[in-house]
Structure formats: structure tokens, C-alpha cells
């Protein structure tokens, strides 16, 4: 509180004004000047004196005080902030007054509570004491002290805040009398502020008006620009125009074209359908005539077999007639049959061996014809040179059938079938090789053609021709084989060889790497070389290695071979740095660029030397691609030159061209464009083309353009006249920068050729033009380059020769600005003229004016057509175009050739007409409106904005409201809206008006009519409803005529006519027939006063008939595909031998035909509409509907009285004017989801599913609505089967989802339900239907447990099993072994199973085969279970290893879901026959990752190795003095059954140091013992503690237990014995 409230001192205020004078420093600051100036500022010093403002400015300071100073400035400063802190000070001391008067008041309240309570305090203590409760009395004197110290303290308090505040306040005095002091200065300070504040208003205020005027000024500049892009609209407007007609002009020709094009493919369609009516007529005369033939040799044959079988007859008649005969003579029959059969087979023989006889002497003669004919053919073609035959593709052949065509060495094949015309010769080569012409008939190419091998060598197959015969004193020289020296040599260099031919190279510690022989030069390059001639080089190959190396030669590529030839000999061992040299000849028999290697081989390894062989070729190249001429003046001319220069070593002809003609070789560049297209097995065919085509003269370098228009006369009209249409030569700037004398040529090689240029302007202007070289060498690129000059003119001169004003109106003034330019150094006097016959319309301001030296000038024109201006301009003015042009001249002083420039314009009328000129509306109620169209006409060239003013309020016009612009030579359509307010006849008139404010009139009439009744909603506008949904809208009928009192309500008539009288009166609807409308009800009657509910349904489908017009299509092209498959069957053999092309072309081209009796059987039998067709019909146009928009108008006729009295005879008068419309929209739009399975099926039936099972159907849907929908489903019953398993809350637009509907039924029934698919644009419903069906398996294993036993190593046992269907469903099964799983390799990734407690051990799946194959197989893995059927199930056990730990599970999994079973499966395996079981568990049964080495079978041997087998017994006495029953063990000996050959057919054990045992008091019985193949013995062990035993130790024996089977197995089997005293 005291530091808040501490007043401040006058010292303090001082010191915190120190620029602020005192009263009592006035005085000796008065006698010293000095220090006044020193001490006080400006502003102080005037505010102390006892003058005011104004008397600063005394006359005897007035050049100081009218110069401000910067020190003056710092002391009017310093006095603002003076009173800034002074004004801050009596702020604070204000608020500390304050506040501390309100802490005053606040003790003094205090004190006075504090008073109060001690007078109670003093009260209640006397009452105490009366009371004599002393106690109270101690306390309320305690709380009375406490109290009477809280007085004092707040007097001391009170007296505290009471000096603060006389403090304060003298301090806010001395504050007073400070500003009193600076009153003065501050009175002046705020007029300087209000002065400052008026000069910124005036400065804003200039401000503000010089925005304004930029603002004016930019809106000027708008409106500028605005009439600028107006007028280069209307230009547009015309050049569109312009365009448009030239558009039409060009597709009526294009037209006229396509249809001479069209009618020339229907003729050659017309024609190819013909031939194939005729061929197909052909063939099926040739099936006829096949037919009849094969008809003809059955009835023939048949009568053969009819003459042999009577030939038999009459045999077997003869024969019998003969055995009669021969027994009546008594002879023997038998016999004499026998004789005669024998001749006959004895005569048949003789004739079968003459015919054979006469075969072969045929075969001998003809085999000896063709011989000597070979003979022949070798004796001929002896004389030509060696040819090396080789196996031609059928590709070569066809290219080199196509080569000899464009050389013209073949004559044109004739076609294949006779009847064909020949086909037309090639006129382009283009054509030739287009894909077109490659269909050439195959038998043209002669395959079968017999080409003759030819000698290699001339003469060696002559008859002359002797063999070289050794002589004979060179036989026998050598041994065969060489000497046994040379073998020897032979055998040692081959194991060197053999040992590596590279061998590092080491010297001094380093070891060389890299190139072994450096090559110069580096490069073997044949450059520009010639066929048939031979070129040599040689190249130095120099030793890069670090000491002694060789060189061998390998060779070049095999591409190289037949060109280049290596002449190396090998100098041996080469020392460091030493060279040697081979000898490169290279003899090129192709004109072609080779590319390879020579390979050398040096003993640190092979290397390389690349190899180039390059042609002929052309390296053309100009000096510059600009020639810049500079300016020169019109009517001169100059000439530059450029250099075109070849650096290769070919030389070709070469054309300079202007850029935008074209080259004679283009046709010869588009094939060079197909190479691209050939193999290189083509390129040989290829080049002849190319050289035949290179080979035709080309005289005069005709453009592709120029030749296309000798064979089309119209296009070349056409080409003539484009130029002239588009208003240019193409030669004008040509005619300035052309091209000398030498344009054309032949440039050789390695030289150059200097072109020159010649510029000679006529025209004033920048002048360019772009030139090319063209060669005619396909493989040299075209060079551009392009010349430029500037061509100067006359003194006076105008940059717009033509000043075009454009579209004119009659009566309107057109303005514009005409700049004159000079070159002059001195002015010049100017005269306008305007021709006499346009001085009444235009004229030029100023006449005459005179222009400054290297200036301009600007003149006025003014134009102001006239209505007379046709007659006036004479031949200016075009009457048919409205084209103005009128010349205007500039007359210079002491200059004879004036200045020219021509105006132009095109003057039109604003001519504005209205179509018709009177509008009769009918008659019209006033809840509808009736609208008629008008046409307005602009027959101005230039837009006019127009506007249908003083409209009535029941008259609308649409668009906008009858306001917009027509454009030139337009027809607007405007709709008039006629809406009466009440029933009375109307007439008005329209009026349009231009804005040149023209009016333009139309005149209307109608008769408004009020009916008895009215309807809420004249108009439904229902929502886009998709197919087979339905919207629903409902409305009412109003009869709201009560009385005939017509100020109370208007009454119901017909224009001027009487009112209808009150009563209930009926409507009746008519909906149009066959409309997807409903109106329920149709037929009514409202009483006065009443309305009437209507409900209005709408319900879009597919018709019937556009479903089975679909249908019908879908019918006809099954049918047309088995009618096309049964002619393709019946096409003849020799067609299937023609090229897949041509049968594919042939197949495409002929038209598919139905005959009429298939035509008739489809319309016979129809659709159904529960046929597949039907449905897949309707799925497919619900899927495709593009949507459709009705719009329906439903009159509602009215008449007076009620529907009950309506009579047949009677009917009620409905009156046509008092007719109600109800407008009706009607969006049909595609349904937003489609099912796209089951061929859009919506009812799914699952089936019969077992009972337990889950059936899932998965249900395609497809948005096909162009945005998300968001899905909504009906809920199912949650009690019931079917479940929708993936609902989405939201299908993207086009997107495909698949839901999945599962069926799980818990009982034999049938279910069926509904799913509702609800989107905001429409519902799908879906009908879902199962049946649930029981179903049991049964399985032969007990327990699910199937021990395989032991096995031996690497063989295997089988066992099986059964399950047993029960149900009446027919189930799939599936075996899966765990062992298999997809989870197996995640559960290897955990803890071993051997570091964890034996409780926690878990595992399934034990040891595994080290082969990777799978220890348990099981068939079969999967199948079908019929109902009532039983299934077998083989399980094989193949073990690779020992181990006692193979374990596996097999499960059976139905319907790919449930499993079923699960079998353990367990099995052991031993390498030898014998094995061992019991006793504690010693080892883990996990395998280690350590592979342990396996015996090897087929090597046993006697194991010396004790293998340990723990057994524990444990003694149990509960009771000392009664006897317990001694603790029992027992051991399995077993033999394996194999099938392994084995000298031993049983095994044998024994177990020795019994009487040491029995010493222990162990008994184990057998001791010894046989065990057969297959079978187990028990070795019981039994322990009962000696006497001598101590029950705090353990008993610990052992004894050898020894197995014979295949092998001798010593097992060691310890035995730990002791006693407890509890189980």
C-alpha cells in the first residue's frame, strides 16, 4: 500500500521536468541571457512570457523566426513531450488521489465495524461476568485485546494514507501550477496540430481529386479499349463468316468427292458379291455334281455286287452239276474239285506276276528317262560359275517376286481363280509396296522349282574331269600318323594346351593387366571404298607387356569373313616394346558399312583390333543459314552468294527450292520410310527396289503435288484457284529475294559450289524469304537457310496505305486518325484531297498542314454516310456487297507523284424486323399460360442491342427478358408468355426498340378464362427415377366457387361471357395411353367449398417390344454364328491351302447372309419372356440406358354437377375452354446400382447347404451412376441364416463390388428373404433363398490317433482309415497335414521347444525328413464324399533318419471351411532292425540343428558305442511295519519287419550282471530272449530295497543290455532305485 500511494516529491518533479522553468528561476534566468538560451527551450520561453502566440513574430526577429531552425524544431519537441509527461504525471497522481481516498474510506469503515464490535465485545463481557462464567469472560477480554490492536493499527493506517494523500494532493497542486505555466505553449501547440490537420485535409482532398480524374481517365481508357474489342469482334465476326462459307463451299466438294469415292467402293462391293455368288453357285454345282457321282458309283458298285453274286450262283450251279456228274460216273467228286481250284489259283498267280513284271520294267524305264535327263541339266550348267545353294525362305522369295515386278522382269501373274480379271499394273511404287499388293498368289512363286546344284570348281563334274591321283613314290613316305618323334611332340604341345594357354604374367612382384599389344593404328578404317576393288593396310602391333610374349591370330567376325583377308605370320617369342605387322586386305563385294573385330590371342590373353568398313557418302553443309542484305531503297538491287560445300566422298545432284515448294524424291523418301519395315534377310530386295526407283530420270524436279494433279484435272482447278481466293500470289515476295542462274546441279566430292542470291525490292518493307536445298541423295538431310532485307521508301509516306473503317451505319459519324510520317530534313507543305463524288459523306481535317522535318502528322477523317450514298459514290460503292472504296491523295510540295491511300468501308442499314406481325393468343385460363413464338431479324452487318420495352405485367418474354444483341444477318427466336390475371379479353401491342432508338411494333389479342375449378399444383416435376422404381406426387382439386357475389370473389367464365353458376361440379383426368402415368382417382366431384385428393404415380420400364427387339437381334446372331460355322465347314480342301491373310480378308469382306427359312423360324418361335435370351436382352438395356426425359400434359376436363347423375344416354358438359393442365416431368435415368452376375439376376438361391455350414454367394453390383452413392441396406433377420457379411457404406462411381451373402443354416428348412439396397437414387431389392440339409461324418480311428511304429531308415509302411458320409448331402473334403501349413514357417521362428518345461511344450509337428520330403503322404488329399458312401485313406510313413520323434496331424477340412478330424499321426524310426523302449526319457524330442553323420546301410558294422537307457524305481511304504509291493518296470524289445535281404530272421537280446542285480535286489524276467520280425517283447523289472539298503541314498546298478539282429547293439541300462514315503 505504501509503495502504490508513495507520493512524489517536488525534487522528483523537478528532476523529471528539467527542461520545465520554475517560477522562482525566472528572474536570474532574465539577467543572464546566456543562460536562458542555454537552459530554456523555444517553446518554454514563450510560454513563461507574458505574451501570447502571436508575439513571437516581432519585426526585430524576423529572419530567424521565419527560417525554422533544426534547434528550434528539438525545442518544440521537447515541449510537447514536456507536457506529454506532465499530462501522464497528473493522470497517475489523479488515479493515486483516488485510490488512495478509497483505502481511507476503507479504514475509516473498518475502524468504525472494529469500534462497534469492541462496544459488544465490552456488553457481552459485562453479561459474562454477571453471569460469572469466567471462562467466557477470559475469552471476550482476549478477542476485546485482539480487537483494540486491530484499532490501533488501522488508526496508524488511517493517519499514514491521510499524510499520503495531502502529499499527493500537493502534489497534484504543483502539477496544476505547472500547466498553468505551460498554458500558453500548449494553446499554441494544439492550433499547430489543428493547422497540420486542415493541411492534410487539403492534401487529401487534392488527393482524392486527382484519383478521381485517373479514375475518369481509366474508365475512358476502358470504354476505348471496350469499342476496340467490339470492333475487332465484328471483324472476327466476318472472317468467321468468311470462313463458314468457305467451309461449305469446300465440304460440297469434299461431298462430291466422297460420294464418287462411296459409288466406286459400292461398285467394287457390288462386283467382289457378285463373284462370290458366283463361286459359291460353282461350288455348290461341284457338290451337287459330287453328290450325284457318289450316287451314280453306289448304284454301280451295287450292281457289280449284284453280277458277282449271280456269277457264284451259277459257279456253285456249274461246280454241283459237275460233282453230279462225275459220281454218276463213279469218280471221285472231292478230287476233281480240288484239281480245278488248284488251277485257278495256279492261272491267278501267273497273271499277278505278268502285271508285277510289267510295273517294274515301267519303274526301270522311267528311273533311266530322269537320269539321263539329270545328266543333261549337269552337263549344261557345267559352264556357270560356282553358285552355293542355300535353302531360300518363303519370305525371300515373295521380295524377290515383288523386286522382279518393280524392275519389270516378271510379267503380272494371272489370278488364281480363272474366272478373275487381271489385275491392273502398278503406276506408283508406293503402291507396289504397299501392304496391299503383298497378297500374292502363292503358286506364282514356283516353290516346288528344282534348282541343280553347280560345281564349286568350273569343270570338275565334265566327263572329262580325272581326279588328282597321289603319285606313288609320295606313298608311303610317312607312317600314318607322323613319325614317333612327331607323336610325341603332338602329345606334349597338347598337354600344354590342355594345361591353359593364358597364363599370367609376373614380373619384378607385379603382375601385368591390361591390353598385351598396343595397335597402330588403333582403328583399321577402310574409308570410301568401291566394289570389286581391294584395298590393303597395315597395322603395327607393338609388345605392352613387362617381358617376352607371343601373338596368335583368330580371326575376324563371321560377318567379315568373305571380305577381309589377314596376312600375319608370327614372329615367335617378342621381347618388351617389340612390333610386328599384319597385313589387312579388304575386298568388298557389297555396297554396304561393315562393322567388326580382328581377334589376336597373346599368351596374358586375347584382344582385339576394331575393324570399320565405310561407303561412299554425301557431307553436305552451307556456309550460313542468314543473309542479311541490309536496307537498301526501292528499285535497287544487290546480290550475295552462298557456299554450299561436300565434305564426303560421294557426289549428288542438288536443287535450290523455295521452302514452300516441294522435291521430285518425296515418292522415293516415303519408301525410303519403309525400310524400317524390312528384315535384313529384306535388305537385298529392298536396295533393288530402291536403285530401280533411283534409276528413273526425274527431269524437272516435279513436286508430289504437281504429279497428283495430272491425275486429278479437279484438284488441280482447285489448287489453281486457292491462291487467287486466299489474296496473295505465291510468287509476290519471291519476286524481291530470288534465286540467281545456277540453281540446280551436280556437286562432286570433296568440293563446293557457290549459289547466289538476288535481292531487289519493289515493295517498302522487311522482306523475308526461306530457301532449301534438296538433293537427291535419299541419305542426305534437306538444308534450310533464309535471306532477309529492308526496302526503303519516299519521304512522305503512310504505315496504313489503307485505312479501313469497317462496318458503317447510314446517318451514324465515324471518326479516325491518319498518321503521316517524313524521312525529310526539312518540312514539307501537305494538301488532302477527298474525291468529288464522297466530299457530301466524308471529308479530311485539315485540308492543308505542313510537316516538321523527321516527324509525323495527323490528320482527322470524318465520315458520315448518307441514305444517298449509293448513287453519290457511283463505281466507289458495291451495291451487292456494300463495300465502299473510295481513294484519297496527299499532294506534296515540289513533289509531282502524290501520296495515295484508300478508305474502305462497308455501309449497312439498321433495318431491325419482326416475324409475325400479329399474335392471336386463343383463349387461355389464368392458372396456365400460353406461349407463342416471334422471330426477330437483324438485316444490318454489325450486332444491334435491342429491348422489348412497356411490357403489361401478364406478358412475359424469354430469354432475358426480351433484352440482348443480335448479331449481323441473324434470326432470333423469342418465346412470348401470356399469362391473363382475370377473365376478360385482351389486346396490346409489343414493342422492340434498337439502340439507335428505332421502335418496332407487334400487335396481340387473347381471352382470358377463370374455370370452376382449380388444381394446387399445375405442374409435377418428379425426381430422376431409375428403371422399375416408382415416385410418387400428390395434389388436390380445389372447388373454391361459393357464391355468386362478385365483389367477394372473382366468379368462374369465359372472357365476357356469364358466370358459371355454383354447385358441385366433376373433373375427369385423361391421362395419354400406354404411359408409365397413374392417377388415382381419375374421376370426381368436388362440392363448393371442398378440395379433392389425386395421387399421381410414376413408374418407368422397358416396353415389351423393345425387349423383344432386342431379343430378336441377340437370336439372329446365335443364329448367323452356326450358319457362318456350317459354311466354313463345307469350304473345299484347296482353299484351306491359301494364306491366312487372304482367308481372313475373304472371310471379313463376304457378307454374312441368313437364309429366309432361319428368318422365319426365329419370328416362328419368339421370345419368351422367361427365356435366357430375354433376360440377358433386358439386363443388357437396363445396363446401357442412356436415360430419357418425358414430359406429359394431363388434361383435366371440368363440367357442372355430380358424377352420380351422369348418364349413359346424358353425358356431362365439358367445356373445352375451361380445360385444366397438369404438366408433368418425368426423368427416366438408369438404375444407379446393376447386378452384373447371373446375367442381372436379382433372385439368388443358394441351394441345399449342410446344417452347420456356411454357403457364401457372391453378388456383383455395379454403380454405373456417374457419382459415389452412399449405400444403405434393409436390416435381415438377425434370428435368421443369411447373413450379409461385407456391407459398404459407400460405391464409387463406376466402381465394382462384390457382396458376399452367406447362408448358415442351423436346422433343416427352406428360408427366404429380402435385401433392400438403398441409395438416394433409387432401391434394389434382392431376393435370397437356401435350404439347410443335416450332414454327419464318421471317422474308423478311435481316439484320433494312428501310431505307425517302428521302421526301418529310408523305407516306408502304409495304414489306413475310413470316413463314412451319413448325411444325405454329397460333401467335398480336403487332407491337409500341419507339417504343410502356410503357418509353419511362423511357428519354426519361435523359442525351441526344447527350451521350454515339458508342460509347456506344445509342439505337433516332430522330426522331419533331412531331404525335404514329407515324412506322413496321405491319398487322397482331396475328393468327393457321395451320401452314404465311405472314403479310404492311405497314410504313408517314409522316414530318411533315426529318430524316435516323427509326428505329424492330419486334418480333414469340409467345404474348404470346417474342419472335421484331427488325426495325430506318430511314427519311430531305426537305422538297424532291433530297438529298445522305455525307461525315462533321456533327450528332447527335438532333433539338433547339427546334421549327426549316419551310417552307412549298405556297410554295417558291430556299434561299440553304449547307448544309455534310464530306469527308475520308485518304492513306495506308506507303513513301516506292513510290506510293500516292490516298484515295477518294464522294457519293450522289438524287431522290425523289413524288406531288406537279412541273414537273421529273428533278433535276439540279452541282459547280463543278473546276480549282481539280484544282489541289489532287482529282478528282471526274461533275461534273454528271441523277438520275430514284427513282434515285442517285455522285459519286466522289478525292486524290492535289501536289507542293507539306506533309505537317504539313492540305489544306483547298471547292466549291459545286448540286442543281435542285423548288427550287435550294446545298450547300457542304469538303474536308480529309492524309497518314498508317499506316492
Not at 482524392?208 to 475512358?220: D, P, Q, S, V
Amino acid at each position: 500500500m505504501e509503495e502504490v500511494t508513495r507520493p512524489v516529491s517536488g525534487a522528483e518533479l523537478e528532476d523529471s521536468v528539467p527542461h520545465a522553468p520554475t517560477m522562482e528561476d525566472q528572474h536570474p534566468e532574465q539577467e543572464d541571457p546566456e543562460v536562458e538560451v542555454e537552459t530554456l527551450p523555444r517553446g518554454a520561453e514563450m510560454a513563461v512570457g507574458p505574451r501570447p502566440c502571436g508575439s513571437a513574430k516581432e519585426p526585430g526577429a524576423d529572419t530567424e523566426q521565419t527560417k525554422t531552425s533544426i534547434k528550434d524544431r528539438i525545442q518544440a519537441l521537447r515541449l510537447r513531450q514536456t507536457l506529454e509527461l506532465l499530462d501522464e504525471m497528473q493522470e497517475e497522481k489523479d488515479f493515486s488521489i483516488q485510490r488512495t481516498r478509497e483505502e481511507l474510506s476503507a479504514c475509516r469503515q473498518r475502524m468504525s465495524l472494529l469500534s462497534k464490535q469492541q462496544k459488544n465485545m465490552a456488553a457481552q463481557t459485562a453479561l459474562e461476568r454477571e453471569n460469572n462464567n469466567m471462562a467466557a469472560v477470559g475469552r471476550l477480554q482476549a478477542a476485546s485485546r485482539r480487537l483494540h490492536t486491530e484499532l490501533e493499527n488501522e488508526e496508524a493506517l488511517q493517519s499514514r494514507v491521510t499524510a499520503t494523500l495531502k502529499e499527493n494532493q500537493n502534489a497534484m497542486w504543483h502539477i496544476e501550477l505547472k500547466k498553468g505555466q505551460f498554458e500558453d505553449a500548449r494553446k499554441c501547440v494544439q492550433e499547430e496540430a489543428e493547422a497540420k490537420g486542415r493541411r492534410l485535409q487539403a492534401h487529401t482532398a487534392q488527393q482524392l481529386h486527382k484519383e478521381k480524374e485517373a479514375l475518369g481517365k481509366a474508365e475512358r481508357n476502358r470504354l476505348l479499349r471496350t469499342r476496340k474489342s467490339m470492333h475487332l469482334q465484328r471483324e472476327l465476326g466476318l472472317k468467321h463468316q468468311k470462313l463458314l462459307e468457305d467451309a461449305q463451299r469446300n465440304h460440297k466438294v469434299a461431298v462430291k468427292f466422297l460420294k464418287a469415292s462411296l459409288g466406286r467402293i459400292r461398285e467394287q462391293e457390288q462386283k467382289e458379291e457378285t463373284e462370290s455368288r458366283e463361286h459359291m453357285k460353282r461350288r455348290m454345282d461341284a457338290v451337287l455334281a459330287l453328290k450325284n457321282n457318289i450316287t451314280a458309283n453306289r448304284e454301280t458298285l451295287r450292281k457289280f455286287q449284284a453280277w458277282g453274286q449271280a456269277r457264284a450262283e451259277l459257279a456253285e450251279q456249274k461246280a454241283q452239276a459237275e460233282k453230279e456228274l462225275i459220281l454218276a460216273q463213279g469218280g471221285d467228286a472231292f478230287r476233281h474239285l480240288i484239281h480245278q481250284h488248284r488251277l485257278q489259283e495256279l492261272e491267278a498267280q501267273k497273271r499277278t506276276f505278268e502285271e508285277e513284271q510289267k510295273l517294274r520294267r515301267l519303274e526301270i524305264v522311267s528311273k533311266i528317262l530322269k537320269e539321263e535327263a539329270k545328266e543333261e541339266n549337269r552337263k549344261k550348267k557345267q559352264h556357270r560359275p560356282a553358285k552355293t545353294t542355300e535353302c531360300r525362305t518363303l519370305r525371300d522369295k515373295t521380295w524377290n517376286y515383288i523386286s522382279d515386278i518393280c524392275e519389270g522382269r516378271v510379267e503380272p501373274v494371272t489370278s488364281h481363280y480363272p474366272d478373275e480379271d487381271e489385275p491392273p499394273k502398278h503406276l506408283w511404287l508406293s503402291k507396289t509396296l504397299s501392304t496391299e499388293c503383298l497378297q500374292v498368289d502363292l503358286e506364282a512363286l514356283n516353290i516346288q522349282e528344282e534348282v541343280l546344284a553347280e560345281p564349286e570348281i568350273p569343270g570338275l563334274w565334265s566327263e572329262d574331269y580325272k581326279p588328282y591321283q597321289v603319285p606313288k613314290e609320295e606313298v608311303d613316305q610317312k607312317p600314318v600318323g607322323g613319325t614317333k618323334m612327331d607323336r610325341d611332340i603332338l602329345a606334349r604341345t597338347m598337354e600344354q594346351l590342355r594345361s591353359g594357354i593364358i597364363h599370367k604374367q609376373v614380373v619384378s612382384g607385379r603382375e601385368f593387366k591390361g591390353r598385351p599389344f598396343n595397335s597402330k593404328p588403333e582403328v583399321i578404317h577402310f574409308k570410301d571404298f568401291d566394289v570389286g576393288k581391294v584395298y590393303k593396310k597395315k597395322i603395327t602391333l607393338i609388345n605392352a607387356t613387362y617381358t617376352i610374349n607371343y601373338c596368335k591370330l583368330v580371326g575376324v567376325e563371321e560377318t567379315l569373313r568373305d571380305f577381309i583377308y589377314i596376312d600375319f605370320d608370327p614372329p615367335g617369342p617378342m621381347s618388351a616394346g617389340m612390333s610386328c605387322e599384319v597385313l589387312v586386305t579388304f575386298k568388298p563385294m557389297i555396297n554396304k558399312d561393315l562393322e567388326g573385330n580382328v581377334s589376336f590371342l597373346a599368351q596374358t590373353g586375347s584382344f582385339s583390333i576394331p575393324l570399320k568398313c565405310s561407303t561412299k557418302k554425301c557431307s553436305l553443309s552451307l556456309d550460313r543459314e542468314l543473309i542479311d542484305f541490309g536496307s537498301y531503297t526501292v528499285g535497287e538491287t544487290t546480290t550475295q552468294t552462298i557456299t554450299l560445300t561436300n565434305t564426303g566422298g560421294l557426289g549428288t545432284k542438288f536443287k535450290f527450292l523455295v521452302a514452300s515448294e516441294n522435291y521430285g524424291t518425296e515418292d522415293y523418301e516415303a519408301i525410303l520410310k519403309m525400310s524400317s519395315l524390312f528384315t535384313f534377310e529384306d535388305k537385298s530386295i529392298y536396295e533393288k527396289i530402291v536403285t530401280s526407283f533411283s534409276e528413273t530420270p526425274f527431269e524437272g524436279f516435279e513436286s508430289v503435288a504437281d504429279l497428283s494433279s495430272r491425275w486429278d484435272p479437279e484438284k488441280q482447278d482447285e489448287a489453281e484457284v486457292t491462291p487467287v481466293a486466299n489474296g496473295a500470289g505465291p510468287n509476290e515476295e519471291q519476286m524481291e529475294i530470288t534465286l540467281g542462274e545456277l540453281t540446280e546441279g551436280e556437286i562432286g566430292p570433296f568440293s563446293s559450289i557457290r549459289v547466289p542470291i538476288i535481292f531487289a525490292p519493289a515493295i517498302p518493307g522487311e522482306v523475308e524469304a526461306r530457301f532449301k536445298v534438296a538433293f537427291k541423295n535419299p541419305q542426305s538431310p534437306t538444308l534450310y537457310f533464309r535471306a532477309v532485307g529492308l526496302a526503303v521508301d519516299v519521304p512522305v509516306w503512310l504505315p496504313r496505305p489503307s485505312v479501313d473503317l469497317k462496318i458503317c451505319m447510314f446517318d451514324r459519324l465515324y471518326q479516325d486518325s491518319i498518321l503521316v510520317h517524313t524521312r525529310s530534313k526539312a518540312a514539307l507543305r501537305l494538301k488532302f484531297e477527298v474525291c468529288k463524288e464522297l466530299r457530301g459523306h466524308m471529308e479530311l481535317l485539315p485540308e492543308t498542314g505542313y510537316i516538321q522535318a523527321m516527324s509525323t502528322y495527323s490528320v482527322q477523317l470524318k465520315f458520315l454516310p448518307r441514305l444517298s450514298l449509293p448513287e453519290d459514290a457511283g463505281k466507289y460503292f458495291d451495291k451487292d456487297s456494300r463495300v465502299l472504296e473510295a481513294p484519297m491523295t496527299i499532294r506534296v510540295a515540289d513533289q509531282i507523284k502524290p501520296v495515295e491511300f484508300t478508305v474502305q468501308a462497308v455501309v449497312t442499314t439498321s433495318d431491325l424486323e419482326l416475324n409475325p406481325s400479329e399474335v392471336d393468343f386463343g383463349y387461355c385460363t389464368v392458372y396456365e399460360a400460353i406461349r407463342t413464338e416471334i422471330n426477330l431479324s437483324n438485316h444490318s452487318l454489325l450486332p444491334q442491342m435491342f429491348g422489348f420495352v412497356g411490357l403489361p405485367k401478364f406478358v412475359d418474354i424469354q430469354p432475358n427478358d426480351g433484352f440482348g444483341t443480335i448479331m449481323p444477318l441473324e434470326t432470333l427466336q423469342f418465346d412470348v408468355i401470356f399469362q391473363p390475371a382475370k377473365a376478360r379479353e385482351y389486346n396490346f401491342e409489343l414493342v422492340c426498340k434498337s439502340e439507335i432508338n428505332r421502335c418496332f411494333k407487334v400487335s396481340c389479342r387473347a381471352v382470358g378464362v377463370l374455370p370452376p375449378l382449380e388444381l394446387s399444383h399445375y405442374q409435377i416435376k418428379f425426381p430422376a427415377t431409375p428403371l422399375y422404381d416408382t415416385s410418387v406426387a400428390t395434389l388436390y382439386v380445389i372447388n373454391s366457387h361459393l357464391s355468386m357475389n362478385k365483389l367477394t370473389h372473382s366468379l368462374p367464365r369465359i372472357g365476357s361471357e356469364e358466370a358459371t353458376p355454383v354447385g358441385p361440379t366433376s373433373f375427369e383426368f385423361l391421362p395419354p395411353p400406354n404411359s408409365p402415368i397413374t392417377i388415382s382417382p381419375l374421376v370426381g366431384t368436388v362440392l363448393p367449398g371442398k378440395r379433392c385428393l389425386v395421387q399421381v404415380s410414376f413408374r418407368p420400364v422397358l416396353s415389351h417390344e423393345v425387349i423383344v427387339e432386342e431379343t430378336m437381334q441377340i437370336m439372329t446372331k446365335e443364329m448367323e454364328s452356326k450358319v457362318f460355322r456350317k459354311d466354313t465347314f463345307a469350304l473345299k480342301k484347296d482353299l484351306w491351302k491359301q494364306t491366312m491373310s487372304a482367308v481372313r480378308i475373304h472371310t471379313k469382306d463376304r457378307p454374312t447372309r441368313m437364309s429366309i427359312s432361319h428368318v422365319a423360324a426365329l419370328q416362328k418361335q419368339g421370345p419368351v419372356n422367361s427365356s435366357i435370351q430375354y433376360e440377358v436382352a433386358k439386363a443388357n438395356l437396363t445396363r446401357n440406358f442412356q436415360g430419357k426425359f418425358d414430359k406429359f400434359v394431363v388434361p383435366c376436363v371440368v363440367a357442372s354437377g355430380d358424377i352420380k347423375d351422369w348418364k349413359a344416354s346424358e353425358p356431362l358438359n365439358f367445356s373445352p375452354h375451361n380445360t385444366l393442365y397438369l404438366e408433368l416431368w418425368c426423368p427416366t435415368v438408369a438404375p444407379p446400382i446393376i447386378v452384373t452376375s447371373s446375367r442381372g439376376q436379382t433372385v439368388f438361391d443358394f441351394g441345399d447347404i449342410a446344417v452347420g455350414h456356411r454357403g457364401i454367394m457372391k453378388v456383383s453390383l455395379q454403380n454405373i451412376y456417374p457419382e459415389d452413392l452412399y449405400v444403405e441396406y434393409s436390416v435381415l433377420n438377425p434370428s435368421g441364416p443369411f447373413v450379409l457379411l461385407n456391407p459398404s457404406s459407400k460405391l464409387r462411381s463406376g466402381e465394382t463390388q462384390v457382396l458376399e451373402l452367406s447362408f448358415s443354416p442351423h436346422e433343416s428348412i427352406m428360408a427366404q428373404e429380402t435385401l433392400n439396397i438403398i441409395t438416394k437414387r433409387g432401391t434394389l431389392t434382392l431376393t435370397i433363398m437356401g435350404t439347410g440339409v443335416a450332414s454327419m461324418i464318421t471317422c474308423s480311428i478311435e481316439d484320433n490317433v494312428l501310431n505307425m511304429g517302428y521302421v526301418i531308415a529310408r523305407e516306408s509302411v502304409s495304414s489306413s482309415f475310413k470316413l463314412q458320409n451319413d448325411s444325405s448331402l454329397p460333401i467335398k473334403f480336403w487332407v491337409q497335414l500341419e507339417s504343410l501349413s502356410s503357418t509353419r514357417a511362423e511357428a519354426r521362428q519361435k523359442l525351441p521347444q526344447f527350451l521350454t518345461s515339458v508342460a509347456q511344450r506344445t509342439e505337433i509337428v516332430g522330426t522331419q525328413n533331412h531331404n525335404g520330403q514329407s515324412v506322413f503322404s496321405v491319398t487322397p488329399v482331396e475328393g468327393l464324399m457321395l451320401p452314404g458312401k465311405a472314403q479310404d485313406f492311405t497314410v504313408t510313413f517314409s522316414p530318411d533318419h533315426e529318430s524316435l520323434y516323427y509326428s505329424d496331424r492330419l486334418q480333414v477340412v469340409l467345404f474348404e471351411k470346417r474342419v472335421s478330424h484331427r488325426i495325430l499321426l506318430q511314427g519311430a524310426a531305426r537305422e538297424h532292425m532291433m530297438f529298445v523302449e522305455g525307461g525315462d526319457a533321456l533327450d528332447v524330442p527335438v532333433e539338433s540343428l547339427t546334421v549327426m553323420a549316419t551310417s552307412d546301410p549298405d556297410h554295417r558294422e558291430e556299434s561299440d558305442e553304449l547307448k544309455p537307457i534310464l530306469v527308475t524305481l520308485d518304492y513306495v511304504q506308506l507303513d513301516m511295519d506292513t510290506p510293500a509291493p516292490p516298484a515295477t518296470r518294464e522294457l519293450h524289445v522289438g524287431c522290425i519287419r523289413t524288406t531288406q535281404p537279412s541273414a537273421k530272421k529273428t533278433g535276439e537280446f540279452s541282459l547280463d550282471s543278473l546276480t549282481w542285480l539280484q544282489h541289489k535286489g532287482f529282478t528282471i524276467e526274461p533275461s534273454r530272449g528271441s523277438v520275430e520280425r514284427g513282434q515285442t517283447k517285455t522285459i519286466s523289472i522289478s525292486w524290492v530295497p535289501p536289507a542293507d539298503f539306506d533309505p537317504d541314498h539313492p540305489l544306483l546298478a547298471w547292466a549291459l543290455l545286448q540286442l543281435r539282429g542285423d548288427v550287435k547293439e550294446t545298450y547300457k541300462v542304469i538303474f536308480v532305485a529309492s524309497v518314498v514315503t508317499g506316492p
